[in-house]
């Protein structure tokens, strides 16, 4: 068979086919859960992009329409960031030379999402050297193995309609814990594309384990170029991506202990990646961050409720099939193999037994996802090697051995089938875009770039669509990233009551807020009481919607003796 060498590589024709398949797949995932409508000046966003894209977008338009530096969290602003922001200040200032907006959004998105497809193949097979495996391998990361499917068939018992049912699928069925479900929601596609900066730093990550095992009899010359250049991209990640760091640091570990001939090689990268971070720091990179509740907290998901059968019941339901034949790999593979997935392992239990937010036990499941991705190839190895083994030793049972290895392989994708089909149906919210939102322009050409608007609207508010910071965003997002929303809403609501003027210029100043954004709406338990008619009597709004509910007022016109 003809083959293509790529560097020091070689791939069979068929390879080169797939991972053709595997970039337009990425290239399809990303344009079609966001992209933008030029015509009508809208920004198009997947319905279940919606919520993570809320902080997302103040973030990358801080960046390429505002002032954001030294960087600022653009839904709390006024103090240093504690959030990892490095992706979407790259997004922000391809934006502000004049990249379209889904462009600046996309292309690394789709970079960095193929490159972890093409890694996770790469990897597997250089660990097994069997390109059915890492085809496998990559099946099983895009379509999860959880028993998410249980929850469908609650809901579409199996029935002569159970094909058009799948296929007209609109929504996720395991989305724990916020539906009650047994099944959490991080294990599908829609936690990569949501975290977009997610993929490409595990890509990173697996690309460098690749790197690892392939230095063996490399010179010193070769270890120390990979050397800098890794060095200088961990050295990066405490703005790009706090959680992979951390994994980098377990992974660095673990190889400098048990890998000799790669000490060299990770001696000088960890080495060059700290004097970066250190360059960062002093150019006023906040690559530190404040406590976010990290300590000992047992069980993850069910430390409430943390005995041995309740871990083993919840892993099942995770991990399904993943959680009997992930063991069974590590126990079968040569003791190479064992080395390199410990770093896995290790941070599987550091995820089971610590907590990294105080208010949101979730934000661990990143460490769980990069142990599925290496338990997942293990997987595959024992599925193969069941297959060839029963095949070579019974010949007669290979047709028997073959429909064993497909039902395992139907079970472990079966609920990835079903929740892919929402990404193809997903429908798309529009949000107005500057050009087409009269009250965004109207904060895009008449207040300055660092402007601190307190406004009633958590989500899309205009003023964020604009660039301009908003003195609180929403809730969830401000828990996750260790900040204090309530002590901030307790400080809009005194500001919106309308009822000590002094009082309400006092917070204003205090907290550095240049305009108010009053808007009259029906009551929503979620956002502040905003008392409008105060202000319309008492005082003269900056701006004035047509519709005469929306309202801006400068806290210099309001706080004028």
Not at 52 to 69: E, K, Q, T, V
Not at 268 to 284: D, F, K, R
Not at 411 to 428: A, C, Q
Not at 517 to 541: C, G, L
Request: aromatic content about 18%; proline content about 5%.
């Amino acid at each position: 068979m003809l083959t293509v060498r790529l560097g020091t590589i070689k791939f069979k024709w068929w390879e080169i086919g797939f991972f053709a398949l595997l970039f337009c797949l990425s290239a399809w995932i990303m344009w079609h859960t966001f992209s933008y409508d030029a015509e009508n000046s809208t920004i198009l966003i997947g319905s279940m992009m919606w919520s993570d894209m809320g902080a997302n977008l103040p973030l990358i338009r801080s960046f390429s329409m505002g002032d954001n530096w030294p960087p600022e969290y653009p839904i709390y602003p006024c103090l240093p960031i504690q959030y990892h922001y490095l992706f979407f200040l790259i997004v922000g200032k391809l934006e502000a030379i004049g990249v379209p907006l889904n462009w600046a959004m996309n292309v690394p998105s789709i970079l960095g999402f193929f490159l972890l497809l093409v890694m996770i193949y790469l990897l597997a097979k250089k660990w097994f050297g069997d390109a059915r495996i890492a085809v496998l391998s990559v099946a099983f990361f895009l379509l999860n193995g959880s028993m998410g499917f249980l929850q469908f068939f609650q809901k579409f018992p199996l029935s002569w309609h159970t094909p058009s049912d799948i296929l007209s699928n609109l929504r996720f069925w395991a989305m724990g814990p916020w539906d009650g479900g047994s099944v959490l929601a991080v294990w599908n596609l829609l936690v990569f594309v949501n975290q977009r900066h997610f993929s490409i730093a595990l890509g990173i990550l697996l690309s460098f384990i690749y790197v690892c095992l392939s230095l063996e009899g490399k010179s010193r010359k070769i270890q120390l170029y990979w050397a800098v250049l890794f060095g200088v991209l961990i050295g990066m990640f405490p703005t790009f991506h706090k959680a992979v760091l951390l994994i980098f640091a377990i992974v660095m570990t673990v190889y400098f202990l048990l890998i000799p001939y790669a000490r060299l090689f990770l001696f000088a990268t960890g080495a060059v990646s700290i004097a970066v971070m250190c360059l960062l720091y002093l150019l006023s990179f906040n690559i530190f961050g404040a406590p976010t509740g990290f300590g000992w907290y047992p069980g993850f998901m069910i430390h409430d409720s943390l005995s041995l059968l309740n871990a083993l019941e919840f892993f099942w339901y995770q991990f399904g099939l993943h959680a009997l034949l992930i063991p069974v790999g590590y126990c079968l593979a040569p003791r190479r193999i064992k080395i390199i997935v410990l770093p896995a392992l290790i941070v599987f239990a550091f995820a089971f037994l610590f907590r990294f937010s105080e208010k949101d036990a979730l934000v661990g499941h990143k460490f769980f996802n990069f142990f599925l991705i290496m338990g997942q190839i293990l997987t595959a190895y024992v599925i193969v090697r069941a297959y060839d083994f029963s095949s070579a030793r019974f010949p007669r049972t290979r047709p028997f051995a073959l429909c064993v290895a497909a039902v395992l392989v139907f079970f472990l994708t079966l609920s990835g089938v079903i929740d892919l089909v929402p990404v193809v149906n997903m429908e798309r919210h529009r949000i107005s875009d500057i050009a087409a939102n009269p009250e965004a322009r109207w904060f895009a050409e008449n207040t300055p770039r660092d402007s601190v608007i307190a406004t009633s609207q958590f989500l899309y508010s205009p003023a964020s669509i604009a660039g301009r910071k908003i003195f609180l965003g929403y809730a969830y997002f401000i828990d996750g990233a260790g900040y204090d929303a309530r002590a901030r809403s307790m400080i809009l609501a005194a500001i919106f009551s309308g009822k000590d003027r002094e009082g309400i210029c006092r917070l204003l100043r205090l907290n550095n807020i240049g305009y108010v954004e009053v808007e009259e709406f029906e009551q929503d338990k979620s956002r502040p009481v905003v008392n409008a008619e105060y202000f319309k009597t008492n005082f003269s709004p900056e701006y004035v919607s047509k519709s005469g509910r929306y309202a801006v007022y400068a806290t210099q016109e309001l706080c004028r003796r």
